[in-house]
């Protein structure tokens, strides 16, 4: 059949682009539609071979930790290394729909967690071991070492990268840290032993070699050394510049105690009546002098109490920071004059000295089997009696102790030429 119209009008019109034909039978003698068409197109166009495309839509990823970007275009971000297995199906504008035959795996590698730690600060002669971390495939450090920690003993900054492949090798993730190693002398403080010496001033030396070294004393000064000249702990603390993180310490207590001067006389002569006393009190600082006397005593003062007739050698020994000595020679004459009888007019027995713990008194030329000797309180009420003259009362009234007051007194006693007396006083009791 030959066409009504030639379609040679249809050369060179675009391919592209919605095509319509109309088909029309004029014989009718045919009894039906008898049609069959085709468009063949030329190689000599130079569309042989063309091809078309069509938009995608959306795509559908079908697993966990991805997080849409567009309709095309997701971020995978794990939470963890791991395979991960996902089907993708892709929605084209049509609304096709076109999905993978087998899952995809991804690997994930782990992502290596580098931490030197914080920039150093050690002493000399320190050593530390840096560690990025366990367990990863290579090792890169800044001194060409492979190995997974690396010894340092000098000062320097340090870097490492730690890295981590895929199975095959073809893939690896990597990760850096700088830390920077700083070394400080060590300070050595010695101020030696504690000091006692007899005058200042007194050279306190904490010096150290080379310099850069900071120094706080307990004085407040911030020199190598110190001069002092009272007594008392010092102390001093030494580090490097900044830092004391290397420093040291030491403390020294110093003692400053001139020579003992004793100021006694080298005789005494005084009657076995009499009360005096011998001192050897110092007068700087007298509490931290040891005083020893040759009768036991360890008191500053010796209180001689009415002491016997004789010729006696009292040694005293003053110590500080060196040791003075000095003798007494007493001559204890007897000065009685008779009928004696003396009262005391105090006594201590409760302050602990072990010194004029008792009342008693000295009575001769009496007859004994005359005397009483009877002790009131204030109110006139007898709180002691006694008809030995040598007695010794400690202070006491049915049991308890008396309390510190002025006691009134009332001897009676008769002479050895039979005169009768009676004597009234009074003494001080004092706690």
């Given at each position: 059949m030959i066409p009504e119209n030639p379609l040679s009008s249809l050369i060179g019109c675009p391919l592209n682009g919605t095509w319509s034909i109309e088909i029309c039978d004029l014989w009718g003698a045919d009894n039906g539609w008898v049609f069959e068409w085709m468009l063949t197109l030329s190689?000599?166009?130079?569309?042989?071979?063309?091809?078309?495309?069509?938009?995608?839509?959306?795509?559908?990823?079908?697993?966990?930790?991805?997080?849409?970007?567009?309709?095309?275009?997701?971020?995978?971000?794990?939470d963890s290394s791991g395979t991960y297995s996902f089907l993708v199906t892709a929605y084209d504008e049509y609304g096709c729909v076109y999905s993978s035959d087998m899952p995809v795996n991804l690997n994930v590698i782990p992502n290596p967690t580098v931490d030197l730690g914080n920039d150093t600060i050690l002493c000399d002669g320190t050593i530390i071991t840096l560690t990025p971390g366990p367990d990863y495939d290579e090792y890169y450090w800044s001194n060409y070492s492979t190995t997974p920690s690396i010894t340092i003993d000098s000062a320097g900054i340090y870097s490492v990268t730690a890295v981590n492949y895929n199975s095959s090798g073809s893939v690896s993730c990597s990760s850096s840290d700088t830390i920077e190693i700083m070394y400080v002398p060590n300070a050595y403080v010695d101020l030696g032993p504690d000091l006692c010496v007899t005058e200042g001033p007194v050279t306190l030396d904490a010096s150290q070699p080379g310099s850069g070294f900071t120094y706080i004393w307990s004085t407040g000064a911030n020199t190598p050394s110190i001069q002092v000249n009272n007594l008392g702990n010092y102390w001093v603390n030494v580090y490097y510049g900044d830092s004391n993180a290397c420093g040291d310490a030491d403390t020294i207590y110093v003692k400053l105690l001139p020579t003992p001067i004793i100021n006694l006389p080298e005789e005494i002569t005084a009657c076995h009546t009499d009360v005096f006393e011998l001192s050897a009190l110092q007068p700087h600082n007298p509490n931290l002098y040891t005083y020893k006397w040759s009768i036991g005593l360890k008191e500053p003062v010796y209180y001689v109490y009415r002491p016997p007739v004789g010729i006696?050698?009292?040694?005293?020994?003053?110590?500080?920071?060196?040791?003075?000595?000095?003798?007494?020679?007493?001559?204890?004459?007897?000065?009685?004059?008779?009928?004696?009888?003396?009262?005391?007019?105090?006594f201590t027995p409760y302050n602990s000295d072990g010194v004029n713990d008792y009342f008693h008194i000295i009575a001769d030329g009496i007859k004994k089997e005359n005397f009483s000797f009877r002790i009131f309180n204030k109110w006139g009420e007898t709180i002691f009696y006694t008809n030995d003259p040598s007695f010794r009362w400690d202070g006491r009234y049915r049991g308890d102790i008396c309390p510190q007051d002025v006691y009134t007194y009332k001897i009676s006693y008769t002479t050895e030429n039979n005169i009768t007396k009676d004597e009234y006083g009074y003494f001080i009791l004092l706690h």
């Open positions: 190689s000599s166009s130079g569309v042989a071979g063309w091809q078309y495309s069509v938009e995608v839509d959306s795509l559908d990823w079908g697993g966990p930790y991805f997080y849409s970007i567009n309709d095309t275009t997701v971020l995978f971000k794990p006696y050698n009292i040694e005293v020994m003053v110590i500080g920071c060196d040791t003075a000595t000095a003798t007494v020679n007493m001559t204890i004459e007897d000065c009685t004059v008779y009928p004696l009888v003396i009262v005391p007019t105090a």
